[in-house]
């Protein structure tokens, strides 16, 4: 029995890893982590780089900027799978879970309709990092990406996540004096459908509940710009004013929250010479999105892990 015991202390001094990575589900089961999220400025990346940061000792992760860009895709998880990763959660920052999902089904394999690789893109925005953050410019390339990886691809956008609920909580109070005399008005991008539209407003309308049950605001408002369609943007446009403009007109201050992933937009210029109070920071940098995220993870994990 010593040398039994003597012979496996042996093996742990020599190789202590060899022991550890057999509690280590993750890397035992090769599963890593794409997070995808639109990208822009190096302030943008960063807040999803920092965002991220503390699921790193836990998984394997890496980052694809770009509108499910085939070329940040295809370059991150062949990142991940340099490091052993074979199974692969793929996490959409996005603000609608209908943003870009059946697009970037089709680049990873799950669903039919991305053409094969033909040619060799090159992907010539700067790096960031280890992640390969790009910088204003976005390649928008479409096909089917060559990959051995099995893949479990996030449903949920952040419009859906019910952690976003304290996000928005604690940006209203940081920018609250006196609830009573306050309108708060959140501010999405809002896409081009009125259907779909609708399906935003009601989904971040959920989210910021609490706002009217929790605290005497005199009044909460969700609304969307409709940004990148014109016909649409003006009419959004008027209504986002007015409500600010009548907010002061009746002696009080509306509080403006974007709800974006980072950032205010368009906002200020939307809204020039009205008076308002902002924090301009959008959803990231908090605790509550990084719990989303990883909620995500463990999610995915578990769907690769049933095979469901």
């Known amino acids: 029995m010593k ?20 509690n280590d589900s993750h890397t035992e089961e090769h599963f890593g982590v794409l997070v995808m999220a639109h990208g822009g400025s190096d302030e943008w990346n960063q807040g999803v780089l920092d965002t991220v940061a503390p699921l790193n000792e836990d998984y394997d992760i890496e980052l694809a900027f770009g509108m ?21 959660g793929v996490v959409r920052l996005f603000i609608s879970g209908e943003s870009w999902y059946e ?31 790009p910088g204003m410019g976005h390649s928008m390339a479409f ?9 479990a691809l996030s449903e949920d956008g952040l419009a859906q996540a019910p952690q976003m609920a304290q996000v928005l909580l604690s940006r209203a109070l940081g920018l609250s004096v006196d609830p009573s005399h306050e309108d708060v008005l959140i501010l999405a991008h809002g896409p081009e459908t009125d259907a779909e539209d609708q399906r935003w407003i009601a989904q971040i309308e959920a989210r910021s509940a ?99």
């Open 3 to 22: 040398a039994i015991l003597s012979a496996w202390l042996a093996l742990v001094i020599v190789n202590p890893l060899s022991a550890l990575a057999q």
């Open 68 to 88: 499910a860009d085939a070329v940040s895709i295809q370059e991150a998880v062949a990142r991940l799978e340099q490091r052993g990763v074979k199974r692969i």
């Open 103 to 133: 697009r970037t089904a089709q680049i990873l394999g799950l669903e039919e309709g991305a053409p094969e690789r033909v040619i060799e893109h090159a992907h010539t925005d700067a790096g960031h990092g280890d992640h390969g953050a």
């Open 143 to 151: 096909w089917r990406i060559d990959s051995v990886s099995e893949f």
């Open 210 to 308: 609490a706002l009217s049950e929790q605290h005497p605001f005199r009044s909460v408002k969700v609304a969307t710009l409709r940004e990148d369609w014109e016909e649409k943007r003006v009419g959004a446009e008027e209504s986002v004013r007015e409500f600010v403009s009548n907010a002061s007109a009746s002696g009080g201050t509306a509080l403006v929250i974007p709800y974006r992933v980072h950032g205010f937009g368009p906002y200020a210029n939307v809204l020039e010479g009205l008076e308002y109070r902002a924090d301009e920071q959008g959803l990231i940098p908090h605790p509550s999105v990084t719990a989303w995220i990883e909620a995500q993870v463990v999610l995915l994990e578990k769907q690769l892990n049933t095979g469901s």
